[in-house]
C-alpha cells in the first residue's frame, strides 16, 4: 500500500472510531503531499458531516468532484447537504450527476474514480477485466485510451482511440481525444482531418474550432489561425484566461507572419486579460526588438516577488525580465534574472548530460566507413530535401531565410519527420528523447531505407505550398540523424550552421524554448557538454561521410556574406541569386525565436553579444575545455 492510502485508511478508520480531529490532522497532512488525490476530500467531507458542519462538509464534496467527477458517494451526500439547506438547484444539479453515474456499469466508473486519482495501473486492470466481458463497447475502450495517453503511451492510445472511430463514427469525443492524440504524436494533417469531420457535425464547437486551428498551427498554415481566434474571441468578455490565451494564440500567429505591431497589440491583450500571464510577457520579450517600458518592467518585478505563482510562470518572467533589463545594459540583474528563469526551468526537466555523450560514443562505434560503403546507393534519389542542422540559436534560421529567398527553395519550418523516424527504428531516451538503441540502424534493409525516403517526402508535400524543387527542413536536432538521413536520403543537401562556443552558449542560456525542446540548455555545465559532444559527433560524420556535410561557420557568413552564399548555394546545386543576400526583404511565416531578427540586415551584433556578460560566464569557458578554441575544426 502507498503512503497515499495509507494515509487515507488511517484517516478513515479515525473517523469510524470518532476520532474526528485526528482523522482531519492525518488527512491535513495528506493534503500536504498530494492535494489532488479526491478521495481525501471525500473523507473530509464525512468527518464534517459527523462534526454537523454542513458549510464545510458541502465545500470538501465540492472539491472533490471537482478533482474527480466520478464519485458517487460524493454526489449522493452532496445532494442530501444541499436538500437540508434549502438549495434545491443543487440539489438537483448533484442529483442529476448522481444519476448518470448510476446507469454506467460499475465498472467504468471505478476506472473514471482512479484515473482521475492518477491511479493508472489499477485503473486498466480493471478496465482490461470489463472488456473481457464487452470488447465492443467503445466507451471503455476510450477510457482506455485515455490511461494509456496518461502513461506516456502514446502509439497504444493512438491505436485504441483508431480503432473506436471506425467502429462508431460518430462518437465525437473519442474523435476529438483521437485528433489530440495525433498531435501529440506529430502527424498534424491526420489531426486536422479529424477536426474537419468533427466540425461537420457541430460547426460552431469552440472546442473543435481550437483543435482545428492547433493542427494548423503544427502544419505551418498560420493565416487561418487569425482570423478563427479573432472569430472566437466575438462575444467573449475581454478578462479572463480564454481571453487570455486567444490573444496570445492570435499574437504568435501574426509574429510568425511577420504582422509584429498587430502581434504586439495582441499579445498587451492577453496580459489586460491576464496580468500575471507569464508566457505573454515572454512572448514579447521574445521578439527580440520589443523594448519594455518603466511601467511593465516594474509589473514584471512586482509579479516574480509573489509567492503564489506558478512554475511556469515564474520561468516566463525570469527570461523576460532578463531580456529587458539586457536590453537597458544592466548586466548584472538581467543576469541574476537569467539565472533564475533557468534555475526552476532545469528544475521541471529530465536532461542527463551523460546520456548525449554515451548516445554519440555508440554512434561513433557501430556507424564506421565500411557500414556506409556497404550501403551505397540506397535510399530515395530525391535531391529535394536541404536539411539545416546543428546547435539552437547558431544561426539556422538565418541559412533558411538565406536560402528561402532564392526562387528554387521553399523554406517550411523544424520539420519532425527524421526525428520520428529515428524514434520508430531506435525507440526514444525517456529522458533526453536520443536515440536508445542506435544499433537498430544496422538491421535497415536496402527496400527499408529507400520506403523511409520516400516516406519522407510524401509525408512532408503538405508543407510544401510554392511548389518549389527544393525545400528546407531547418530542424538543428537533426544533426543526431545525419547517419540515418543519409541511408534514406542519399542526395539530399545538408549543411551544419556552427557557431562560436561562447556565443552560442550564452545565446542557448538566455533562450526559452517551448515544451520539452532542447532541455540541455537550461545549465551552463550541461550547455558545455552538449557542445562537446556535438562537435565530436560532427567530427564523426565528417571523417566517415567525408564531403557530405557543409560546415557553415556563422562568423564567416557575418564577415563575408556574398561569399558564403554562393559556397552553400554551389553546395547544394544551386546558382547564385541577389534575392539570397537581400534575405530580410522576403515574406514568409518563420516559427523560430529568431524570426524578427531575420527579417532585418545582417548584423554583427551576434558575435560579441556574450561579451557583456563575460563577468560571470567562466564556468561556461572553463566547461567547454578546449572546445573554446578549437570549435572550428
Not at 480531529?21 to 459527523?50: K, M
Request: aromatic share 8%; with cysteine.
Amino acid at each position: 500500500m502507498s503512503e497515499r492510502d495509507a494515509l487515507l485508511r488511517e484517516a478513515q478508520d479515525l473517523r469510524a472510531r470518532h476520532r474526528l480531529p485526528d482523522a482531519l490532522a492525518t488527512l491535513a497532512r495528506l493534503e500536504a503531499l498530494h492535494p489532488r488525490f479526491s478521495r481525501l476530500h471525500q473523507e473530509r467531507g464525512h468527518c464534517q458531516i459527523l462534526l454537523r458542519d454542513g458549510t464545510a462538509a458541502i465545500a470538501a464534496l465540492r472539491q472533490a468532484v471537482r478533482l474527480n467527477p466520478t464519485l458517487p458517494a460524493s454526489w449522493d451526500m452532496l445532494e442530501q447537504l444541499h436538500r437540508m439547506v434549502g438549495d434545491t438547484g443543487q440539489a438537483a444539479a448533484a442529483a442529476r450527476q448522481l444519476a448518470i453515474l448510476q446507469r454506467l456499469p460499475p465498472a467504468i466508473v471505478a476506472a473514471n474514480s482512479l484515473l482521475a486519482d492518477g491511479d493508472l495501473e489499477p485503473a486498466e486492470d480493471v478496465l482490461r477485466d470489463y472488456l473481457d466481458q464487452d470488447p465492443q463497447n467503445v466507451g471503455a475502450l476510450r477510457l482506455l485510451a485515455r490511461i494509456r495517453l496518461e502513461r506516456g503511451d502514446l502509439d497504444g492510445a493512438e491505436a485504441v482511440l483508431a480503432s473506436v472511430v471506425e467502429r462508431a463514427p460518430d462518437y465525437d469525443p473519442a474523435r476529438f481525444d483521437y485528433a489530440m492524440v495525433l498531435l501529440q504524436r506529430q502527424k498534424p494533417l491526420a489531426a486536422r482531418r479529424q477536426a474537419e469531420c468533427l466540425l461537420e457535425h457541430d460547426p460552431n464547437s469552440r472546442d473543435y474550432l481550437k483543435q482545428y486551428a492547433s493542427a494548423c498551427v503544427a502544419l505551418g498554415d498560420h493565416e487561418p489561425v487569425i482570423d478563427l481566434h479573432a472569430r472566437l474571441l466575438e462575444g467573449l468578455p475581454p478578462t479572463g484566461p480564454e481571453a487570455a490565451d486567444l490573444r496570445l494564440w492570435r499574437a504568435n500567429a501574426l509574429k510568425v507572419t511577420g504582422r509584429q505591431a498587430e502581434a504586439i497589440a495582441d499579445y498587451h491583450a492577453s496580459l489586460e486579460a491576464r496580468p500575471d500571464n507569464g508566457v505573454a510577457w515572454f512572448s514579447l520579450a521574445n521578439l527580440k526588438t520589443y523594448r519594455f517600458t518603466d511601467h511593465e518592467i516594474a509589473s514584471m518585478r512586482a509579479l516574480d516577488a509573489r509567492n503564489d505563482l506558478q512554475d511556469m510562470d515564474r520561468v516566463y518572467l525570469g527570461f523576460a525580465l532578463g531580456k529587458a533589463l539586457e536590453d537597458r545594459g544592466e548586466y548584472d540583474a538581467s543576469w541574476r534574472s537569467y539565472v533564475r528563469g533557468n534555475a526552476v526551468r532545469r528544475g521541471l526537466g529530465r536532461w542527463r548530460p551523460e546520456i548525449a555523450e554515451a548516445c554519440v560514443s555508440r554512434l561513433k562505434s557501430m556507424l564506421t566507413p565500411e557500414v556506409f560503403a556497404e550501403r551505397a546507393g540506397w535510399g530515395a534519389e530525391d535531391p529535394a530535401p536541404i536539411f539545416v542542422l546543428g546547435l539552437p540559436r547558431s544561426g539556422s534560421t538565418l541559412i533558411e531565410q538565406i536560402l528561402a529567398s532564392h526562387s528554387m527553395v521553399e523554406g517550411t519550418q523544424e520539420l519532425t519527420e527524421i526525428g520520428r523516424y529515428a524514434d520508430e527504428l531506435c525507440g526514444r531516451d525517456p529522458d533526453c528523447g536520443l536515440p536508445r538503441e542506435p544499433e537498430a540502424l544496422l538491421a535497415l534493409t536496402a527496400g527499408e531505407a529507400r520506403a523511409l525516403g520516400e516516406r519522407f517526402l510524401a509525408e512532408t508535400k503538405v508543407y510544401r505550398r510554392l511548389g518549389r524543387p527544393f525545400f528546407i527542413d531547418k530542424m538543428p536536432n537533426n544533426f543526431w540523424c545525419i547517419g540515418l538521413i543519409h541511408l534514406i536520403l542519399p542526395r539530399a543537401t545538408i549543411i551544419d550552421v556552427r557557431r562560436e562556443p561562447m556565443a552560442c552558449g550564452f545565446s542557448n542560456f538566455k533562450q526559452l524554448f517551448g515544451t520539452t525542446n532542447q532541455e540541455f540548455t537550461y545549465g551552463v555545465d550541461d550547455i558545455a557538454r552538449y557542445y562537446r559532444a556535438y562537435l565530436d559527433l560532427m567530427r564523426h560524420w565528417d571523417a566517415v561521410l567525408p564531403g557530405r556535410v557543409l560546415r557553415v561557420q556563422y562568423e564567416d557568413l557575418v564577415e563575408d556574406l556574398d561569399g558564403s552564399v554562393r559556397r552553400m548555394l554551389a553546395h547544394a546545386g544551386l546558382s547564385f541569386e541577389p534575392a539570397c543576400l537581400t534575405f530580410h526583404e522576403t515574406r514568409r511565416s518563420v516559427r523560430t525565436p529568431s524570426s524578427e531578427q531575420v527579417r532585418q540586415p545582417l548584423s554583427r551584433e551576434g558575435l560579441t553579444q556574450w561579451t557583456s556578460y563575460a563577468p560571470w560566464l567562466d564556468g561556461l569557458r572553463d566547461a567547454l575545455g578546449d572546445a573554446a578554441a578549437d570549435f572550428r575544426n
